[in-house]
């Protein structure tokens, strides 16, 4: 069974390892030959900065992990970059559609120019934050009753002209709440539920809800103290409890995977390590949900959903 993935951070890794290869780098757990033995369809490449990057910096290092994707993902036989969601179906068998994301604003500081280069290199998801505070908003990590302030109205209102879908992962509570009315398109790209493993990073009951009410979905992510609450390890198991719950709150086909690989080593789920690992999560859904059901998990959900707007 083919699998969409919406987040892995291997542009980090491609831009900063010496002698980098993105073909078999046993490093970088989303590699091509990885995303080939696990039947990865379509790979959602975040660019993400971290915060320990010197201010003046960050806007450079989003420009090199621009490069690296064109350098060594799209080198690759097969690799497709998805600029427009349409090209998600044409992909022949062999090829991998590749689709870049940004984690959060904090690059672009307060200039919204800085922002348009970015998508004009083909970004199709923007998330607001990552887990601390920039011009945009507060991330999960800071007070969870500080909401969206003014420049990121601006940001948001161009999100929408552009048609970019906007990601609620990292976002903290207030700021969810008052981007929904205001986003044309929403998703989580990779958390899981709060209910069962408490943690700002995972959704409430009531915000998966509200997004998929809003014509969003969640997509369930792979780090183990999302999965089950301070564990540096966990079982597919714990993984499979989430998604079944989160199927019995909105429907299976508002569900799907966003794996983080290569944004949470030395941490890993247990057999679910890298990218050639999928076919495990997918025989352990098997056992539990109809076929149809692990497709929707796996890929067709998500190619329901970007079809509504393609
Ligand atoms: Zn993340």
């Given at each position: 069974m083919k699998v969409i993935d919406l987040h892995c951070d291997?542009?980090?890794?491609?831009?900063?390892?010496?002698n980098a290869n993105f073909r078999n780098?046993?490093?970088?757990?989303?590699?091509?030959?990885?995303?080939?033995?696990?039947?990865?369809?379509?790979?959602?490449?975040?660019?993400?900065?971290?915060?320990?990057?010197?201010k003046e910096q960050k806007f450079k290092e989003v420009l090199r992990q621009i490069q690296a994707f064109h350098k060594f993902v799209l080198s690759e036989p097969g690799m497709v970059h998805i600029k427009d969601w349409n090209q998600?179906?044409?992909?022949?068998?062999?090829?991998?559609?590749?689709?870049?994301?940004?984690?959060?604003?904090?690059?672009?500081?307060?200039?919204?120019?800085?922002?348009k280069v970015i998508l004009d290199a083909g970004v199709k998801i923007v998330g607001l934050t990552w887990n601390y505070e920039n011009k945009?908003?507060?991330?999960?990590?800071?007070?969870?009753?500080?909401?969206?302030?003014?420049?990121?109205?601006?940001?948001?209102?161009?999100?929408?002209?552009?048609?970019i879908i906007i990601d609620v992962a990292h976002l903290n509570e207030r700021g969810f709440y008052d981007?929904?009315?205001?986003?044309?398109?929403?998703?989580?790209?990779?958390?899981?539920?709060?209910?069962?493993?408490?943690h700002p990073r995972n959704l409430t009951d009531e915000q998966v809800k509200m997004l998929v009410e809003k014509g969003g979905?969640?997509?369930?992510?792979?780090?183990?103290?999302?999965?089950?609450?301070?564990?540096?390890?966990?079982?597919?198991?714990?993984?499979?409890?989430?998604?079944?719950?989160?199927?019995?709150?909105?429907?299976?086909?508002?569900?799907?995977?966003?794996?983080?690989?290569?944004?949470m080593d030395p941490l890993s789920v247990h057999h679910l390590s890298n990218a050639s690992e999928f076919p495990n999560i997918i025989d352990r859904l098997r056992k539990e949900f109809t076929k149809e059901e692990v497709k929707l998990f796996s890929?067709?959900?998500?190619v329901n959903y970007v079809k509504q707007f393609a």
């Open positions: 291997a542009l980090t890794k491609l831009a900063r390892f010496e780098d046993s490093r970088i757990y989303s590699n091509y030959e990885r995303l080939k033995g696990g039947n990865v369809k379509v790979q959602v490449f975040a660019i993400f900065i971290h915060p320990s990057i010197p998600i179906d044409e992909l022949e068998d062999g090829q991998i559609g590749a689709v870049l994301s940004l984690e959060g604003c904090d690059a672009i500081d307060d200039d919204i120019e800085k922002l945009v908003g507060y991330g999960a990590s800071e007070d969870s009753t500080k909401g969206i302030k003014p420049f990121g109205k601006k940001v948001i209102e161009l999100l929408n002209e552009r048609d981007l929904i009315p205001l986003a044309k398109k929403v998703i989580a790209s990779h958390c899981n539920s709060r209910t069962l493993c408490d979905r969640i997509h369930v992510v792979f780090y183990p103290p999302l999965i089950e609450k301070e564990k540096e390890t966990t079982t597919i198991e714990k993984l499979v409890e989430h998604i079944k719950y989160l199927s019995h709150l909105v429907g299976a086909e508002n569900v799907g995977f966003g794996s983080d690989f290569d944004g890929e067709a959900g998500f």
